[in-house]
């Protein structure tokens, strides 16, 4: 079965300083994509970052970049000098059949000044 | 470009009404739309999965007669939640999938029900 895990229930981090939000998955399929979302206290899921299974390069979008380690299968993403408007939810998530996604269960970031 | 509306935002109603939700794809075709619920300081839980033209397919648990779903064109979906009650509040969040072999689903900014 798949499966996705976020093991940081709440993480403070200084702002400025970089922050990494663990995730690990499970899977059998040796093809599947990797996400991460951003949820605002409005609650909108604001679309990050993937990474597909066979890209040989990690991923970057600006500020962030996903550390993806396949033997591991982990694909943690590193937020690159942390700024206040990051204080978010975070969710990992992998696709699935028919294109769903299976969620991690989130990291709740909060970024101190 | 991939804007994916969801309309309205924020509902009210007494227990017993039915509310209706809708999902619109802006500036792409959706083959595949997805509706999720989400409680407070949960993950996303999909709900149920809708084809353009089919029936949706609906998630272990979820209630078809309850949750009615349509997705009457490439473009819009609709959720339905009949015979609202207060365990129904939720915050209801759709995406949609243009298909075409890509991977990213593109999310709808939420619907929070809450049922007097």
């Known amino acids: 079965a798949q499966k996705i895990t976020q093991t940081q229930p709440g993480m403070f981090v200084q702002e400025k300083e970089a922050v990494t939000l663990d995730c690990t998955y499970d899977?059998?399929?040796?093809?599947?994509?990797l996400f991460w979302y951003k949820q605002p206290s409005s609650g909108e899921m604001i679309f990050l970052i993937y990474q597909g299974s066979y890209d040989q390069q990690n991923a970057t979008e600006g500020r962030y970049s996903l550390n993806f380690q396949k033997a591991r299968k982990s694909a943690n993403l590193v937020i690159s000098a942390s700024q206040l408007g990051d204080s978010a939810m975070y969710f990992c998530?992998?696709?699935?059949?028919?294109?769903?996604?299976?969620w991690g269960a989130g990291t709740k970031l909060i970024i101190k000044p | 470009g991939a804007v994916v509306s969801q309309h309205p935002s924020r509902v009210i109603c007494k227990s017993g009404t039915s509310v209706k939700i809708e999902c619109r794809s802006l500036d792409f075709q959706a083959t595949t739309m997805f509706w999720y619920r989400q409680f407070p300081k949960q993950s996303l839980m999909l709900m149920a999965t809708s084809n353009e033209g089919s029936k949706a397919t609906y998630e272990q648990g979820v209630e078809k007669d309850k949750f009615l779903i349509n997705h009457a064109s490439l473009t819009l979906s609709t959720l339905t939640v009949t015979s609202a009650h207060p365990e129904d509040s939720s915050f209801y969040i759709c995406?949609?999938?243009?298909?075409?072999?890509?991977?990213?689903?593109?999310f709808g900014p939420g619907t929070r029900l809450t049922v007097l």
């Open positions: 995406s949609a999938h243009p298909g075409q072999g890509l991977d990213t689903q593109y």
């Open positions: 899977t059998s399929d040796p093809s599947y994509g």
């Open positions: 998530a992998m696709r699935g059949s028919n294109y769903q996604l299976i």
